[in-house]
């Protein structure tokens, strides 16, 4: 009998969208080798890591060299001075957490696919449109129903609970990737209320937390109820420079039980088979993100981004273009001037002024017209491409 595929494959985009966009600005690059590139679409870290970070995994560098302190297999889960600095963190929020609820990983883009091995295939999804583009493929190579929840001007790029959007799963990333829009603490509260009616299981994706500065949930579980339903999902690739090293968690409260079975207890089985955990260096420098030191060097980091953000922003709002988020978000979700669509902008904008945008069409149907520029670039590289801005777009 010859091998089979997974069929549902074939029913995805033939790559995955920011491959897609490398592959595109490479082929420009190659073209007009000559052309300097301003780098705004996938949402990539230019600040380097924390001194405090360097150090800490410097530090595990020279204790893996020696035999008394070296590690070889850690616990799948993640070490427990790791776990137990995010359970302090979450305290900040005034969320306590059991450390049996944390589960260390190599980021939230992984986690998301992951989770869906403890899930049935029956389950139908809610995912909003446009979305990240992970929550949709891994769906579809499980083949489930996606429900869509369309996020436009209309509703300030906040779908809300409604008779339509019943599903088991419920995607929420807040603040949003790609549109920038943040959940207030009533809205979220509706999501959990609407989640815990139907027993259906939230995926909260809080990547972006630390942009907030204002009093927007940071976490799911700031929200009466939310452990009975949902499962929470963040990286320290934003937060702290870790798009190359690596490291996020995962926390899958005790309460949640589905089919009579904690999920926690699933997933600590699937994680204990499919994963070795977190390499110790990384989850030392992870450490130190968490200590006080590690918070102020980052906090400045963050004041960096949002400092391009607000430059994006001001160009914008001179140029009398509509956009979201920027505010409590390193996205800004610009609507394509003159009429462009999604494609058309980024191809204009790549040949005219050589920047580099994610077309919102690429988000999904209703991404159409919209273009998203990250403020993850260097002050003088935003600054510069939003003089190109003014000068193409006045
Ligand atoms: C993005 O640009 O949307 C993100 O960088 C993707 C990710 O975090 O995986």
Redesign the pocket.
């Known amino acids: 009998m010859p091998a089979h595929i997974n069929k549902n494959y074939l029913n995805l985009k033939e790559s995955y969208l ?1 491959a897609d966009i490398a592959h595109r600005v490479a082929e420009f690059q190659k073209a007009n080798p000559d052309r300097e590139i301003i780098r705004m ?4 870290v230019t600040r380097p890591l924390p001194e405090t970070v360097v150090n800490a995994m410097k530090k595990a560098c020279d204790e893996m060299g020696t035999p008394e302190h070296f590690h070889g297999y850690g616990p799948e889960q993640g070490y427990d001075f790791l776990r137990e600095a995010v359970r302090k963190y979450y305290e900040g929020f005034g969320v306590s957490l059991d450390i049996s609820e944390i589960f260390i990983s190599d ?3 992984s986690d998301c696919g992951n989770l869906l091995d403890i899930l049935g295939t029956d389950n139908t999804v809610l995912v909003q449109d446009p979305v ?1 583009p ?1 929550y949709a493929d891994t769906n579809v190579m499980d083949n489930r129903t996606i429900i869509y929840a369309k996020a436009s001007e209309e509703n300030d790029f906040l779908p809300m609970p409604e008779e339509k959007y019943k599903a088991d799963i419920i995607y929420i990333c807040s603040p949003n ?2 549109t920038g829009a943040v959940y207030n603490r009533e809205q979220l509260k509706k999501w959990v209320d609407f989640a815990l009616s139907m027993d259906s299981i939230i995926f909260f994706d809080a ?1 972006y937390e630390c942009f907030i500065d204002g009093d927007e949930p940071h976490s799911i579980y700031e929200i009466p109820g939310a452990k009975k339903c949902a499962v929470e999902v963040c ?1 320290l ?2 937060k702290a420079g870790f ?1 190359g090293t690596r490291c996020g968690y995962t926390i899958v409260p005790l309460e949640l039980k589905r089919d009579g079975v904690q999920l926690n207890k699933l997933w600590l089985r699937r994680q204990t088979t499919k994963f070795n955990g977190v390499c110790y260096i990384v989850q030392r420098g992870a450490e130190a993100v968490f200590t006080e030191q590690g918070e102020k060097e980052i906090s400045g980091n963050i004041h960096y981004y949002k400092e391009n953000a607000r430059i994006i922003m001001d160009t914008l709002d001179e140029l009398g273009i509509y956009y979201t988020g920027g505010r409590y978000s390193p ?1 800004v979700w610009m609507k394509c001037p003159k009429g462009m669509n999604s494609w058309t902008f980024f191809q204009y904008l790549l040949e005219e002024a050589g920047i580099v945008g ?1 077309p919102g069409a690429g988000f999904g149907q209703s991404g159409e017209n919209f273009f ?1 520029l ?1 403020a993850f670039s260097t002050h003088e590289n935003t600054r510069k491409a939003m003089e190109k801005f003014r000068q193409l777009l006045k």
Request: glycine residues 14%.
């Open positions: 920011f679409g996938i949402g990539d980021g939230a883009k990240y992970v990737n790609p990547a990286s690739s934003k798009t996205y994610t998203r990250t």
